[in-house]
């Protein structure tokens, strides 16, 4: 069975950082691209960054740039997000998401259950 | 930067046809994907490369994609199809979503 699992979520102050992580298990991590995507209260959904299969190519949305950094550990099966400057318009829920193959523009065929981000003094 | 249009809400009746459109410049040359999301749960992939189904999801769901539009299609809607939809394409490199479509099964 195919799950993901997000850890790491909390409360952080405006500017400072904050490490996801998610565990996968169930299929072959190193074959598939990875993302992660955030959801704001209320509010629809956000592509944040995605991670091709092999690692070698990394993207990122406009509103993260230069802030978030994507990696994967193959080795571990585990999908990370570092978060620098955190704003509070950060604050979400954050799903890793895994991708039908190991190319990065490809629909998301499974999700993790989200871990809670919150930005705020 | 690109942006994808859905309408914000959409009613049904139970077993009648139900569609959620999503409007994109140009977006029937891309690949186009919906994922339905319930209350207080994660996100579930319905449709993928426009209309594909993955394994476990009913075959009252299609999907379709010409022009600058792409159309989720529910036939003979269930109460349990009450959730919001998402559609998503890609860009060049950028993932990008719809709005969301809450559809309520009256």
């Known amino acids: 069975e195919v799950k993901l699992l997000e850890s790491g979520g909390g409360l952080v102050q405006p500017g400072g950082s904050l490490r996801l992580s998610c565990a996968a298990s169930g299929f072959i991590f190193s074959s598939y691209a990875m993302t992660w995507v955030r959801q704001a209260p209320g509010k629809g959904l956000e592509w944040v960054s995605s991670i091709s299969g092999s690692g070698g190519r990394t993207y990122n949305g406009d509103s993260v740039k230069g802030r978030f950094t994507i990696s994967r550990d193959d080795s571990k099966n585990t999908l990370s997000l570092q978060m620098n400057s955190l704003r509070a318009e950060d604050t979400a829920v954050y799903y890793c998401a895994k991708g039908r193959s190991s190319k990065e523009k490809e629909a998301f065929d499974m999700w993790g259950q989200g871990t809670v981000v919150t930005v705020s003094s | ?106």
């Open chain 2, 1 to 106: 930067s690109y942006e994808l249009t859905q309408p914000p809400s959409v009613s049904v009746s139970p077993g009648q046809t139900v569609s959620i459109t999503c409007s994109g410049d140009k977006l029937g040359n891309k690949n186009t994907c919906w994922y339905q999301q319930k209350p207080g749960q994660s996100p579930v992939l319905v449709i993928y490369q426009d209309n594909k189904r993955p394994s476990g999801i009913p075959e009252r769901f299609s999907g379709s994609n010409s022009g600058n539009t792409a159309t989720l299609t529910i036939s003979g809607t269930q109460a349990m199809d009450e959730a919001d939809y998402y559609c998503q394409t890609w860009d060049s490199s950028t993932g990008v979503f719809g709005g969301g479509t809450k559809l309520t099964v009256l």
